[in-house]
């Protein structure tokens, strides 16, 4: 088993920025990738950016390619997403996911989820 909590969510204006962190304990830390995820109302779980187990491949989705950066310290058993140049429709509630057999853009793919960190740009 491994238990994902992430936290950092909250309220910012548009233009700003939010640094998300989701610890883990359990299993090897760094038998995993990790991604993050992110579900606004009424829309399915989408995703945002993933991690190798390494750290030395990163990926994202084009919408937050170049704003957004995702990291780990697998010494702390921690990764993270720093968010920039936040726009409205990035608000959602954000999810960290671990996958044993790598990263993907399918939600399935990954075997432990977070409860989720709310993320609220306002315009």
């Known amino acids: 088993q491994v238990q994902l909590v992430e936290s950092g969510g909250g309220l910012v204006q548009a233009g700003g920025s939010l640094r998300l962190s989701c610890a883990a304990s359990?299993?090897?830390?760094?038998?995993?990738?990790m991604g993050w995820f992110r579900q606004a109302p009424g829309k399915e779980r989408e995703f945002v950016a993933a991690?190798?187990?390494?750290?030395?491949?990163?990926y994202y989705s084009d919408s937050v390619k170049g704003r957004f950066t995702i990291s780990r310290d697998n010494a702390k058993n921690t990764i993270y997403l720093q968010m920039n140049s936040l726009k409205p429709e990035d608000t959602a509630v954000y999810y960290c996911a671990a996958a044993r057999t790598g990263w993907d853009k399918v939600p399935n793919v990954y075997n432990y989820w977070g409860q989720g960190t709310q993320v609220t740009v306002s315009s």
């Open positions: 991690i190798s187990r390494s750290g030395g491949s990163t």
């Open positions: 359990g299993r090897t830390f760094s038998n995993y990738a």
